[in-house]
C-alpha cells in the first residue's frame, strides 16, 4: 500500500515554526493561482482550485492571502506567470525521485533541483527517467480517532469508487482513480468524515530500502533541501521509509 502519508507525518511533528509556515503559504498561493488561472475563480466549477483553497484553509493560510492569489490567477491583480515543471532522478542508492514545481524562471529552478541532487549524493536524470515507476493516483487521508471505526470506513470508501484502504500509523489512507477522486472526497465528507489531506499524488509502484545511515541521512537532507524552494511544490519518491525512522 502506499505510506505516502508518513513522509508528512514525520515533517509535520518536527513542528512549524514563522519561516515554514510562511514557505508553505508561498508554495500555496502559487497552487491557488495556478488553479485559478487554468480554470476560473468559481470553486463550484473549478475543482482543482477548489482542492487547493481546501488544502490553504487546512494549513489556517487566511482569507486575504487565498482572496490575492485568486485574483491574480484571474488578472484582477498583477502577478508572476508561473509554470508547472516536473524533474525527475535518482537519489541515494538509486532511490527514484519525482519533482513537482511551479516557477516564473526555469532557470532558477532547474539549478537549484540540480544542486539539491548533487550535493546529496544523487543525480538529476533526464525527463521519464524514474515517472515510469509511480501511479497518478488520489490520496485521501483521514485521521485515526475513536469516533472513526475503519470497518465502516473502509465500507464506505469502497463503496464510494475507492481503489484501495489501509490504515497506517496514524491516519487511513484511500487511493483513488484519478477520474473518481473527487467523487469519493465529497463522498465521504458528506458522510460527516474530517479529511486530513486529499491531493492528486504519484504513488510508487514498488519501495526501495536505504542501509546505510550515510544514504539514510543524504536522502533526507536531499529532500529537505528540494522542499526549501519556493519554487518546488512536491517530492514523490520510493524510498521506503523504515518503521522506527524518526527525523
Not at 497552487?31 to 475563480?41: D, K, L, N, P, S
Not at 546505510?212 to 533526507?220: A, E, L, P, W, Y
Amino acid at each position: 500500500m502506499a505510506g505516502h502519508s508518513k513522509w508528512a507525518n514525520i515533517k509535520h511533528r518536527k513542528g512549524k515554526a514563522d519561516a515554514q509556515r510562511g514557505k508553505m503559504f508561498t508554495k500555496l498561493s502559487r497552487y491557488i493561482t495556478v488553479a485559478a488561472r487554468e480554470g476560473g475563480a468559481d470553486l463550484e466549477y473549478n475543482s482543482a482550485l477548489k482542492s487547493a483553497v481546501e488544502k490553504a484553509k487546512a494549513e489556517n493560510m487566511p482569507n486575504d492571502n487565498i482572496d490575492r492569489a485568486i485574483k491574480k490567477g484571474i488578472g484582477d491583480l498583477d502577478g508572476a506567470n508561473y509554470e508547472e515543471v516536473q524533474y525527475e532522478g535518482y537519489g541515494p542508492s538509486g532511490v527514484a525521485v519525482l519533482v513537482e514545481c511551479l516557477t516564473d524562471n526555469r532557470n532558477r529552478t532547474a539549478s537549484d533541483v540540480r544542486h539539491a541532487f548533487d550535493k546529496f549524493g544523487g543525480n538529476l536524470g533526464a525527463t521519464g527517467c524514474v515517472g515510469w515507476m509511480f501511479d497518478r493516483r488520489g490520496l485521501i487521508t483521514i485521521a485515526k480517532s475513536d469516533s472513526v471505526s475503519e470497518e465502516e470506513l473502509t465500507l464506505q470508501a469502497i463503496d464510494a469508487g475507492a481503489e484501495d484502504f489501509s490504515a497506517e500509523e496514524e491516519v487511513y489512507e484511500i487511493v483513488t482513480a484519478v477520474e473518481d477522486f473527487n467523487t469519493v472526497k465529497e463522498a465521504l465528507s458528506a458522510e460527516g468524515y474530517e479529511l486530513a489531506s486529499a491531493d492528486l499524488v504519484y504513488l510508487p509502484q514498488n519501495t526501495t530500502a536505504l542501509e546505510s545511515q550515510d544514504d539514510i541521512k543524504n536522502m533526507v537532507k536531499m529532500i529537505d533541501a528540494l522542499e526549501d524552494s519556493d519554487d518546488v511544490q512536491n517530492v514523490y519518491h520510493n524510498w521506503e521509509i523504515p518503521e522506527d525512522f524518526e527525523i
